[in-house]
C-alpha cells in the first residue's frame, strides 16, 4: 500500500505546488465565463422555469472545470515525466500497473473536486442556487473526473511531445466539452444536433450533474449515470491494457 | 553460488537494429563489473533490459535469483539504477526527491538512511533545495543516491562519471568502493577505461550486441602483454629492424611495440649498433585501453 499512496502523494504534491496554475487560474476562468454569459443572456435564456441563466450556468462551468482539470492533471504529468526523462524514476520500482493506474486517476479526481470545489465557491454567491440532489452531483463529479483521469493518462502515453497533447486537449477534450451543454439545453438546439449530443458521453456527465442541482435534466439521471459508468470501466480497461504492455513507456 | 545477474541467451532488436544479439553473462555477488563497448554497442540497452525499462524479444534475466519479468517485484527490490541522463523531477526538494523514492520501494520511514546517504555524497547542505537549483554535477550526486535508498544488493551505474569534474569523480570512485567493500555486487558502464582498470575485478566487452571479451582485469591485461617502449633519439629516422615495431613516431620521439622484456635489450643493442644515440627512454605496460582497441579491432 505504501508504494500507491506514495505515488498518489507525489501526483497530488505535483499540483499542489503549484496551485496558481493548476487551481486558482481556472476558477478565475470560470468566473469570468460566468459573469460576462449571465450578463449576456440572463434576461434572453430561459431553461428551467424559475431557475435564471446564470443559476442555470454554474452546474455547467463546475462540471467542465472538473473534467478539463482532471484531463489535465494525469496528462500532464505523464507527459512532462517521459519528455523529461524522470518517469524512469516510477518505472525502475516495483509499482505494478494497477498501482500506477490507481494513483494517477485518484489524483485526477482530487484536482478535479478541488478546482469544481473552488468554482463552485466562487460563482455560486452570484446566483440563487438550489442543491436538490446532492448525491447525484457528487457520484457524476466523482465518475466524470476520474473518466477524464483515465482518458488523460491514455491521452499521455499516447502522446511523444507537448504538440500531440495539446492537439488531443485542444481537438478533442475541449469540443467535446464546449459542446456537451455546458452553456445550453439540448432542447434549444435542432433535432439533428440533439440526436448528434446523446453520442457525446461529456453531455451524460454535465446533464446528470446539473440534476443534482435542479432535480431536472435532458437525460434521466439513471441512464446518464450508466452510460458515465460503462465509459470508466472501458477507459480503465483500456488504460490498464496500455500500462500493463508497457505501450510507449518501456521500449 | 548465485549470480548476482545472469543474463541467459538475451535478444533485443529495435526494427532493424540488433541492440543485443545472444548476450550470455554472469556477475558474481561482491564483483565490481565493468561493461565496455564503443558507442552504439548495447551496454544501455542490456541495462534497460536488466531494469525492466525494455524487454528482450528472447532470452532470460535474473537478479539475485528473481526473474525480472516474472517476478519483477522482487528483481526491481535487488537492483538500484543510476541512468546515464541527468533527470530529475523539477517539483521537488533533494530530500523529497529521496523520500518519493523510498516510497515507491514500500519504505515509509527512510529519514535515517537517506541522511547516511546525503552525508557519504556530500549532499546534507543542499538537502533541502528544489532540484532545479543543483548544478549537474550535484544532480548526478542525486541520482545515485535515489538509486540507494532501498539499500539493493546490486547497483548498476551507466556511465556514472560522464561529464563530472574530477573531484566528483573521485569521490564517486570512493564511494563505490565502499559500497563494495559493504557487500554490494556494483556494474559499472564507462568510456574512460583507465576508471574501468582501477575500480573492476572483471570486464565484459561489447560490440555490435555481442560479448567479445570477458574475464578478470587482470587476465585481459596479461593475456594482450606487451611493452611500449617510448625514445627520442638525436635522429629524425630509425634504422630498419625486424627486432622492433614502430606504433607511432612525432618527429624525434619514437613509441615501439615490444613482445617482451628480453626484446628491450636485442633493440637497444640494435640502435647502438646504428650509431643512434637515446636522449629520453619510457617504457610504459599496455593499459585497458590498448586492451579494448585491440579487441575492438579483432572483432
Known amino acids: 500500500m505504501t508504494i500507491f499512496l506514495t505515488l498518489l502523494h507525489k501526483e497530488f504534491l505535483r499540483f499542489w505546488k503549484v496551485a496558481f496554475q493548476t487551481v486558482a487560474a481556472p476558477i478565475l476562468t470560470s468566473i469570468l465565463y460566468l459573469v460576462i454569459f449571465s450578463n449576456a443572456l440572463d434576461s434572453r435564456v430561459v431553461i428551467y422555469e424559475n431557475v435564471s441563466y446564470g443559476a442555470f450556468l454554474v452546474p455547467g462551468l463546475v462540471m467542465m472545470s472538473v473534467l478539463q482539470n482532471a484531463f489535465a492533471n494525469s496528462s500532464s504529468s505523464i507527459i512532462q515525466s517521459k519528455v523529461t526523462g524522470n518517469i524512469v524514476f516510477m518505472l525502475l520500482p516495483p509499482i505494478s500497473y494497477i498501482e500506477f493506474f490507481g494513483a494517477y486517476v485518484l489524483a485526477s479526481v482530487a484536482r478535479g473536486l478541488t478546482v469544481g470545489s473552488g468554482v463552485f465557491l466562487a460563482t455560486v454567491w452570484f446566483v440563487d442556487l438550489q442543491i436538490s440532489a446532492p448525491l447525484w452531483a457528487v457520484a457524476f463529479a466523482i465518475l466524470g473526473s476520474a473518466n477524464l483521469g483515465a482518458l488523460g493518462l491514455i491521452a499521455g502515453i499516447w502522446a511523444e511531445k507537448f504538440d500531440q497533447l495539446a492537439a488531443f486537449q485542444n481537438f478533442v477534450i475541449l469540443p467535446l466539452t464546449f459542446l456537451s451543454g455546458v452553456f445550453y439545453s439540448l432542447k434549444s438546439l435542432p433535432p439533428v444536433w440533439q440526436t448528434l449530443s446523446h453520442f457525446n458521453p461529456f453531455f451524460y456527465v454535465i446533464d446528470g450533474f446539473r440534476f443534482g442541482f435542479f432535480g431536472a435534466s435532458d437525460a434521466a439521471p439513471a441512464v446518464s449515470l450508466a452510460v458515465v459508468g460503462t465509459s470508466f470501466v472501458v477507459l480503465s480497461a483500456a488504460t490498464l491494457l496500455l500500462l500493463k504492455s508497457g505501450y510507449k513507456l518501456r521500449h | 553460488?548465485?549470480?548476482?545477474?545472469?543474463?541467459?541467451?538475451?535478444?533485443?532488436?529495435?526494427?532493424?537494429?540488433?541492440?543485443?544479439?545472444?548476450?550470455?553473462?554472469?556477475?558474481?555477488?561482491?564483483?565490481?563489473?565493468?561493461?565496455?563497448?564503443?558507442?552504439?554497442?548495447?551496454?544501455?540497452?542490456?541495462?534497460?533490459?536488466?531494469?525492466?525499462?525494455?524487454?528482450?524479444?528472447?532470452?532470460?534475466?535474473?537478479?539475485?535469483?528473481?526473474?525480472?519479468?516474472?517476478?519483477?517485484?522482487?528483481?526491481?527490490?535487488?537492483?538500484?539504477?543510476?541512468?546515464?541522463?541527468?533527470?530529475?523531477?523539477?517539483?521537488?526538494?533533494?530530500?523529497?526527491?529521496?523520500?518519493?523514492?523510498?516510497?515507491?520501494?514500500?519504505?515509509?520511514?527512510?529519514?535515517?538512511?537517506?541522511?547516511?546517504?546525503?552525508?557519504?555524497?556530500?549532499?546534507?547542505?543542499?538537502?533541502?533545495?528544489?532540484?532545479?537549483?543543483?548544478?549537474?554535477?550535484?544532480?548526478?550526486?542525486?541520482?545515485v543516491a535515489q538509486a540507494m535508498v532501498h539499500k539493493p544488493p546490486v547497483i548498476v551505474l551507466d556511465e556514472p562519471t560522464a561529464g563530472v569534474d574530477v573531484e566528483l569523480r573521485q569521490s564517486l570512485w570512493k564511494f563505490m568502493r565502499s559500497l563494495n567493500r559493504e557487500g554490494h555486487t556494483i556494474v559499472l558502464t564507462t568510456h574512460y577505461l583507465e576508471e574501468a582498470e582501477l575500480l573492476c575485478n572483471r570486464i565484459g566487452m561489447l560490440k555490435a550486441g555481442k560479448v567479445v571479451a570477458l574475464d578478470s582485469t587482470k587476465n585481459l591485461l596479461e593475456n594482450f602483454s606487451g611493452l611500449y617502449l617510448k625514445l627520442r633519439v638525436d635522429c629524425t629516422e630509425l634504422p630498419a629492424d625486424e627486432s622492433f615495431h614502430v606504433v607511432s613516431r612525432d618527429v624525434d620521439l619514437f613509441t615501439l611495440r615490444l613482445e617482451d622484456f628480453q626484446q628491450l635489450e636485442r633493440v637497444l643493442a640494435g640502435l647502438r649498433r646504428a650509431g643512434v644515440a637515446i636522449r629520453e627512454f619510457e617504457l610504459q605496460p599496455p593499459d585497458l585501453e590498448e586492451v579494448f582497441v585491440r579487441i575492438m579491432n579483432r572483432h
Open chain 2, 1 to 143: 553460488m548465485q549470480p548476482a545477474i545472469r543474463i541467459n541467451e538475451v535478444r533485443k532488436c529495435y526494427g532493424t537494429l540488433q541492440a543485443l544479439d545472444g548476450v550470455c553473462l554472469e556477475i558474481m555477488p561482491g564483483e565490481i563489473f565493468g561493461l565496455l563497448g564503443p558507442n552504439g554497442a548495447g551496454k544501455t540497452t542490456l541495462i534497460s533490459v536488466v531494469a525492466g525499462l525494455a524487454r528482450a524479444d528472447s532470452g532470460s534475466i535474473e537478479v539475485m535469483g528473481a526473474d525480472v519479468i516474472v517476478e519483477y517485484r522482487r528483481a526491481r527490490r535487488m537492483l538500484g539504477v543510476v541512468p546515464q541522463e541527468l533527470v530529475f523531477d523539477p517539483f521537488f526538494s533533494v530530500r523529497e526527491t529521496l523520500e518519493i523514492q523510498s516510497g515507491y520501494f514500500g519504505i515509509r520511514k527512510n529519514g535515517a538512511w537517506i541522511d547516511e546517504i546525503l552525508h557519504n555524497l556530500d549532499l546534507t547542505s543542499k538537502a533541502d533545495d528544489n532540484m532545479r537549483s543543483l548544478s549537474g554535477g550535484m544532480k548526478r550526486r542525486v541520482l
